[in-house]
């Protein structure tokens, strides 16, 4: 039974360039999360998807920063030109559908803007 | 110099010793709670959670205990073990079924040998 799978788990990129963060729920979750978390913070929450669809966006940037969920295959987090204040760790959660509320979280990603 | 960013509060804790952590929420109408672990370079991990119709829940070795009145949550784990060792949040969750989760600031367990 494989949990919340996230790749890459760590990025490197210059600043300018674009990241793309991938994540892989569980088997039988239709929701997904992405947060980020800076060092010695909470993880604060950016956008919640369902497949095809954008729930809640109320925590993503305004620029730069866009997610998708496909019907097929992972959710991808896409930071475009990317900024030193966007390095952080990246983490993933997801959940069952019918309103389950527990969410579970993958290894994350940490990003590192040169 | 001047110190940058946010330090988690500490708490050290004898191994074998009973951990008692504490976390004040925010929001009167979330109705679930969570508490989750976070070693080193890893995800949150799920430890135990509750709903707001309870005071009291208990797992293996831990027991969320959940004060409305004073919007406190405790998380209490008994017989430390170094494997305790952590970044504990506890986060809280709104009335809607799927909606987001707000975690709170994390506190850091350290266990003395």
């Known amino acids: 039974n494989a949990g919340v799978m996230q790749n890459p788990r760590h990025l490197v990129r210059r600043r300018g360039q674009e990241a793309r963060l991938r994540c892989s729920p569980m088997k039988g979750h239709s929701h997904v999360y992405w947060y980020r978390q800076l060092p010695e913070e909470g993880l604060k929450f950016m956008v919640y998807l369902q497949k095809e669809n954008i729930i809640d966006e109320s925590g993503m940037p305004k620029e730069r920063f866009s997610a998708e969920f496909p019907k097929e295959g992972p959710s991808i987090l896409r930071i475009q030109q990317v900024v030193r204040g966007d390095s952080a760790a990246y983490f993933c959660?997801?959940?069952?559908?019918?309103?389950?509320?527990?969410?579970?979280f993958g290894p994350g990603t940490r990003l590192l803007v040169l | 110099g001047e110190s940058v960013g946010l330090h988690l509060p500490t708490l050290s804790v004898q191994e074998g010793d009973n951990s008692i952590i504490n976390c004040a929420y925010s929001n009167s109408a979330s109705d679930y709670f969570i508490w989750y672990k976070q070693e080193s370079g890893k995800g949150p991990q799920f430890i135990i959670d509750?709903?707001?119709?309870?005071d009291k829940r208990q797992g293996q070795r831990v027991t969320v205990l959940l004060n409305k009145t004073v919007k406190h949550l405790s998380l209490q784990i008994a017989a430390t073990q170094p494997g305790d060792s952590a970044v504990y949040f506890c986060?809280?969750?709104?009335?809607?079924?799927?909606?987001?989760?707000?975690f709170g600031s994390g506190t850091r367990l350290s266990i003395r040998p």
């Open positions: 509750i709903r707001s119709n309870m």
């Open positions: 986060a809280e969750k709104g009335v809607s079924s799927a909606s987001k989760i707000i």
């Open positions: 959660a997801s959940s069952p559908s019918q309103g389950k509320e527990t969410q579970y």
